[in-house]
T-cell receptor, first 112, second 115 residues
């Protein structure tokens, strides 16, 4: 069965360092992969999308890589700030006939 | 409004009662999703509507759950004979799915508590 795995353990890092979150998947051939941020008591908010034919995408301090051979995406936040503390979810999508499937998310805590 | 709107924001119901949760998607969005999120857990897919196609109901956990989308806009998720394990936050999202615009916009969710 299809599986999306994100590290269930919280990631604690110091302000200014680079945070790296991992999303692995099995039995899946996504057309694209998305990353979302979720704060407590709120719905997820879209951050970045990367397509199957793209290796890397950047947006400000965010960088996403997508390796369809390894079936893995890495999400990086450079120069992390306490305000980046949240849960980060990856989601895999196919064509418009299919729903987005989400991982369980990884909690990030950035301490001053 | 500019975003996805869900109502009510909180609902407490007695076990065995039926509940209806409402979602107003962003105007013009053809795709609408319902997800469920239990405390500390990820998003569990429930149902997906896309345009005039038959909905993907593969995520509905039991026949007590059903959803409708009227006129391609507002959606209602109905849970009959609620059980305590139905307690969760129910999230609705919509997407335009036009060209590269596949991002999903989420509402704030409805927190359902079954007592």
């Amino acid at each position: 069965s299809q599986k999306i795995e994100q590290n269930s353990e919280a990631l604690n890092i110091q302000e200014g360092k680079t945070a790296t979150l991992t999303c692995n998947y099995t039995n899946y051939s996504p057309a694209y992969l998305q990353w979302y941020r979720q704060d407590p008591g709120r719905g997820p908010v879209f951050l970045l999308l990367i397509r199957e034919n793209e290796k890397e995408k950047r947006k400000e301090r965010l960088k996403v890589t997508f390796d369809t051979t390894l079936k893995q995406s890495l999400f990086h936040i450079t120069a992390s700030q306490p305000a980046d503390s949240a849960t980060y979810l990856c989601a895999l999508g196919q064509n418009s006939g299919y729903a987005l499937n989400f991982g369980k998310g990884t909690s990030l805590l950035v301490t001053p | 409004g500019a975003g996805v709107s869900q109502s009510p924001s909180n609902k407490v119901t007695e076990k065995g009662k039926d509940v209806e949760l409402r979602c107003d998607p962003i105007s013009g969005h053809t795709a609408l999703y319902w997800y469920r999120q239990s405390l500390g857990q990820g998003l569990e897919f429930l149902i997906y509507f896309q345009g005039n196609s038959a909905p993907d109901k593969s995520g509905l956990p039991s026949d007590r759950f059903s959803a409708e989308r009227t006129g391609g806009s507002v959606s209602t998720l109905t849970i009959q004979r609620t059980q305590q394990e139905d307690s969760a936050v129910y999230l609705c999202a919509s997407s335009s799915l036009r060209g590269v615009n596949t991002e999903a916009f989420f509402g704030q969710g409805t927190r359902l508590t079954v007592v």
